[in-house]
Structure formats: C-alpha cells, structure tokens
C-alpha cells in the first residue's frame, strides 16, 4: 500500500492550503481510517485530524478544530485536508497515515505517505 502525500506549500497567516492523500489500494482506504499528523522541527509527532472511511466519522485536534476540515472521496482512493485561517504555528511537515481504527496515535496506523511540508509566513 502506498500513500502519495501533496498540496504543501507556503501559505500567509490567514491562508489556505489543501492536502490531499491518495491511496493505491481501494481496499485499504474504502475499510480503514485516515489520519493527518504534523511534525514541527524539534517537537512530537501530532495528530491533526482523521476520518473513518467507511462511514465518515471525523476527529480534530482542539488546535485546528474550526479551521481544518477533512474529507474523502472514496471513487479517488483520496483523502483531503482542507486548511484555512492559517497560523504561523501550523508550519509543519504533514503526514498522512491510514489504519485499521480512527485513533490519535501514530503508532496504530500501519501505512504512511512521505509528507509535505506546509510553512505559514509573510
């Protein structure tokens, strides 16, 4: 199973960006989980969002809940991050990960994409 992270680039405070995770297998993506995580230089990796495939339900990290929203679209084996209002502190690589079960732990996601990095200045 492969994932092809994309959509990162240099955004202004108060911009958007979409993410976007295409996965190769329908299988993977149509029975499992999809998560965002972000790792910022010298901090931990953090969960950002996820969304169960199968049935649509979502999580957010209380940093982004209100700003980010997460989608699928199961006919594109693709998940989106849809990032708006963006804030310096949101400059991170970004990583999406698929898994068996919507969980906030790196750790319980079997399958990564390599990341792209998103960076929020003027």
């Known amino acids: 199973v492969q994932l092809q992270a994309s959509g990162g680039g240099l955004a202004q405070p108060g911009g958007s960006l979409r993410l976007s995770c295409a996965v190769s297998?329908?299988?993977?993506?149509?029975?499992?989980?999809v998560g965002w995580f972000r790792q910022a230089p010298g901090k931990e990796r953090e969960a950002v969002s996820g969304?169960?495939?199968?049935?649509?339900?979502?999580y957010y990290g209380a940093s982004v809940k209100g700003r980010f929203t997460i989608s699928r679209d199961r006919a594109k084996q693709t998940a989106y991050l849809q990032m708006n209002n963006l804030k310096p502190e949101d400059t991170a690589v970004y990583y999406c990960?698929?898994?068996?079960?919507?969980?906030?732990?790196?750790?319980?996601?079997?399958?990564w994409g390599q990341g792209t990095l998103v960076t929020v200045s003027s």
């Open positions: 297998q329908s299988t993977v993506i149509d029975h499992y989980a």
């Open positions: 990960a698929v898994g068996p079960y919507m969980r906030k732990s790196p750790g319980d996601y079997d399958y």
């Open positions: 969304i169960m495939v199968s049935d649509g339900r979502t």
